[in-house]
């Protein structure tokens, strides 16, 4: 039954479904749980496994959602007694383990150039899912990106429309002009759930003409202040590879809610008490 479960998971997480495997590690007195008993347990609520059945099992498939909902994978215990949070009379305890297996951040690279290329080539080394757009044939096809997981040839702003793109989603738009830009730009302004990321390549210049030209075709201040425009953090020269480490720093200062500091300044080392 673990060999089914496991492969029901690997299968699940290749099509992007996200999983929750509980795994029974403790059990003392009586319980329906046995140690080591698996269950997984999908986004869209399908169940493979069992971890006893009863008022145990339904709360831990109630975690299970929880915790992927949270993507937060953790530990958790009952008292399987009366008092208990179970109200169950078996009289034992029960430890078990959640673990969370999220989808890989999608990474959408607008634009197959230079730039693009170094973004793919940093996105593919952290693991991530990459998509690459262009409408050029010579910058969208498997000999240049031959480990993308999407290569999507065509207009780039009818693309990006008919994607599905959602909080798991991080944009970066940096194609060969100013308007190819913004049509890109104007695409994800329009979809219904905003990406966890947008950044538009761009001078200061650049994107406040562009901002403007939006502002005056009726978008929003509040949602123009979403996109991360000039992109990047201010570490690199101009060099693409500088600049898309910069770019990709951002993104992961983004999606693990973190400020850029130094590690020397978080960890505040005293030199003078040591």
């Known amino acids: 039954m673990e060999g089914k479960i496991l492969k029901a998971v690997c299968d699940a997480i290749d099509n992007g479904i996200e999983v929750a495997v509980v795994t029974v590690l403790e059990v003392k007195g009586s319980s329906p749980g046995k140690e080591g008993s698996m269950m997984a347990v999908f986004s869209d609520e399908k169940i493979i496994g069992t971890v006893g059945g009863g008022a145990l099992e339904y709360k831990l498939i109630e975690e299970s959602l929880k915790a992927i909902k949270e993507n937060k994978s953790y530990e958790t215990n009952f008292e399987l007694t009366e008092s208990g949070t179970l109200h169950m009379k078996c009289g034992g305890f029960v430890r078990a383990y959640i673990k969370v297996f999220s989808k890989r951040e999608k990474i959408l690279i607008m634009g197959g150039g230079h730039l693009g290329l170094e973004i793919y080539n940093l996105s593919k080394y952290l693991n991530k899912y990459v998509v690459i757009f262009d409408d050029r044939h010579e910058f969208a096809n498997k000999e240049r990106f031959p480990e993308a997981d999407e290569i999507i040839l065509g207009n780039m702003e009818n693309s990006v429309e008919n994607y599905d793109i959602d909080r798991n989603s991080y944009v970066v738009i940096v194609t060969r002009g100013h308007e190819n830009d913004k049509q890109c730009l104007k695409a ?38 979403k996109i991360y425009s000039p992109i990047g953090l201010d570490i690199s020269n101009p060099e693409p590879k500088e600049i898309a480490l910069g770019i990709m720093a951002e993104i992961l200062s983004v999606k693990n809610e973190k400020n850029p500091k130094h590690m020397r300044d978080v960890k505040n080392i005293d030199l003078e008490n040591i």
């Open 188 to 225: 994800i302004l329009n979809k219904n759930e905003f990406p966890k990321y947008v950044g538009m390549v761009g001078s200061k210049g650049k994107v406040t003409s562009t901002y403007k030209e939006l502002l005056n075709e009726g978008y929003s201040k509040e949602k123009l202040k």
